[in-house]
């Protein structure tokens, strides 16, 4: 008798961003222009890396991959999330929602990983300048970017561990817009207190301790600045600054989610947004923003592709084929 009403729940109800019908429209229109930006921004970004032979070094190399990850994160969701305004009643089924927990859990945890990585190459490259290229050789960035996955996977899997044998027989509504797994837990039909106290324990460490290797690395690189000459340490700063600004975008909220699990779910659901569409959408900024290389480049990309004239007559080719 247990086992059957265990099984009764086979999908789960997401209350999405906002109940308000006026609002949803304006939700869609919205999102659905950050989410293009977030594909055009870091696909503009890998593209440019790839592109340009200049460019193949290894911070940019772990750049790209920081792109194709964002790319990752805000896609695990968004998509459904945008369609889900266009109806009104948002459910997703037990698998799926599983599968975003998997998918959340596995690329969060790899970029956390890969932002360390970032910063030991800025530390190599700034502490150990004449080593920089025999340290960060191409296959030291390989393997750099394979122990982020690597991470992200055994991450995902121990987080995911908690969530598949939990039985829920009664409430499916997730106050969200995914299926997020403090949120999810909760539902089930038997006391989840220690299984979220074991969530938060697995997902703070792992935030913490990148987050504090990451406090440690930019403190040596920003001491050994200041010993050296105002013409590197301007450089140095300019590079450190966008680095910064993002591992505090993308840490801010996973740490006041994960570590401070009980604030109230308006505030993880703004959260929620922030880490899984806006970090996306400025880390491309960020880092184009500031980087007069990746700025050349990517004006060299233009110059190659759009050239003067070529836009306007692959227009002419497109009407004269309608009128044909």
């Given amino acids: 008798m247990n086992d059957t009403n265990y ?15 006026e609002l949803q429209p304006l939700l869609f229109l919205i999102f659905s222009l950050l989410y293009l930006a977030i594909l055009l921004g870091n696909f503009l970004i890998i593209l440019t890396v790839t592109s340009d032979s200049r460019l193949h070094t290894p911070m940019y190399f772990l750049l790209a991959n920081l792109s ?5 994160v805000a896609s695990f969701a968004t998509p459904k999330m945008i369609a889900d305004l266009l109806v009104e009643r948002k459910t997703i ?6 599968a975003q927990i998997f998918f959340v859990h596995l690329f969060t945890g790899s970029e956390m990983v890969l932002l360390v990585s970032m910063a030991y190459d800025r530390y190599v490259a700034i502490c150990k300048p004449l080593h920089y290229m025999t340290i960060m050789s191409r296959r030291v960035c390989i393997i750099l970017v394979l122990i982020s996955w690597s991470v992200g996977f055994i991450h995902t899997t121990s987080q995911l561990a908690f969530t598949v044998n939990l039985p829920f027989c009664g409430p499916n509504q997730v106050d969200s817009f995914f299926c997020d797994l403090p949120l999810v837990t909760k539902l089930a039909c038997l006391d989840t207190y220690v299984i979220s106290l074991l969530i938060v324990a697995d997902s703070g460490f792992l935030s913490l301790s990148s987050f ?17 000459s105002s013409a590197s340490m301007a450089k140095a700063r300019s590079t450190l600054t966008a680095h910064i600004t993002v591992v505090t ?12 699990p009980f604030s109230s779910y308006s505030v993880d659901k703004v959260l929620a947004v922030f880490y899984t569409i806006f970090t996306p ?18 004006s060299k990309l233009k110059s190659r592709y759009l050239k003067p004239g070529q836009v306007s007559a692959v227009i002419r080719n497109a009407l004269f084929l309608e009128t044909k």
């Fill in 212 to 228: 504090l290797l990451l406090v440690v690395s930019y403190t040596v690189i920003l001491i050994t600045v200041r010993s050296r």
């Fill in 281 to 298: 959408i400025l880390n491309p900024v960020i880092y184009t923003l500031r980087n007069k290389e990746v700025k050349a480049a990517m």
């Fill in 249 to 260: 975008l993308f840490f801010g909220p996973c740490i006041f989610i994960y570590v401070w």
């Fill in 93 to 98: 089924s037990f698998d799926a929602c599983l």
């Fill in 7 to 21: 099984s009764r729940v086979t999908e789960f109800v997401l209350l999405g961003l906002s109940s308000s019908k």
């Fill in 68 to 72: 194709f990850i964002d790319v990752c």
